[in-house]
């Protein structure tokens, strides 16, 4: 039972416009929410969080979304740029047990 | 600099011979974890630690040990690694649990034949 979910395992936009990556989970009791980027051969890194007491999160050109009656997440990076192209994963989680989606690729071509 | 070190990187060995991969981190750090990735499946959690000689198990915990007696240091034990357990292996540490941001280390890319 995968409880997060990335439905989309790429996305390809154009430079400058927006990325939108969707991430949904099935367990209400998920209390924090965070996306990480990956670039190959290296770890993920964090990128922004929301928990579960609010609705929207934003850092620059990053912002998360949560609404918690459709147990969905996304994050919206605009405007999108090339070094942006990586593997975005969303992660849940509560008390000391984290739960990642299988990742979506982004790529933003120039 | 602030990191989190795993080793080796890059690991082949035989099923049945007992391995170790350390993973350190010097930003004095409550939590640590460690994760498998394998395609498709995303990132998997295997074991985590909210503190110095407290470990849990994560979702995925079957077939590894880990260890913490200090503070700084939390090895993944593979006692008798199995091909099922070829991954790319990452430990992960942050300040007080999975809701503060996890700092990751590069990764350790495991083969076993």
């Known amino acids: 039972d995968q409880q997060v979910k990335q439905n989309s395992p790429s996305l390809s936009v154009q430079e400058g416009r927006i990325s939108i990556l969707n991430c949904d989970y099935t367990n209400s009791m998920f209390d924090y929410f965070l996306w990480y980027k990956k670039y190959p051969a290296e770890g993920p890194t964090f990128l922004i969080s929301i928990s579960s007491i609010k609705d929207k999160n934003e850092d620059g050109r990053f912002t998360v979304f949560l609404n918690k009656s459709a147990k969905h997440l996304s994050l919206h990076i605009v405007p999108s740029q090339p070094g942006d192209s990586a593997v975005y994963f969303c992660?849940?989680?509560?008390?000391?047990?984290?739960?990642f989606g299988d990742g979506t690729t982004l790529t933003v071509k120039p | 600099e602030a990191q989190v070190t795993q080793n080796p990187r890059y690991l082949i060995t035989v099923t049945g011979k007992k391995l170790t991969v350390t993973c350190s981190q010097n930003?004095?750090?409550?939590?640590m974890s460690w994760y498998r990735q394998d395609p498709g499946l995303g990132l998997r959690q295997i074991y985590y630690?909210?503190?110095?000689?407290?470990?849990d198990k994560g979702d995925v915990p079957e077939g590894y040990k880990v260890s913490r007696k200090e503070k700084r240091n939390f090895p993944l034990i593979l006692e008798s690694p199995s091909p099922n357990q070829t991954s790319l292996y990452f430990c992960?540490?942050?300040?007080?649990?999975?809701?503060?941001?996890?700092?990751f280390g590069n990764g350790t890319r495991l083969t076993v034949t």
């Open positions: 930003m004095n750090h409550e939590y």
């Open positions: 992960a540490s942050s300040p007080f649990g999975g809701d503060s941001p996890l700092h």
């Open positions: 992660a849940a989680g509560n008390a000391g047990k984290s739960t």
């Open positions: 630690s909210m503190n110095v000689e407290v470990t």
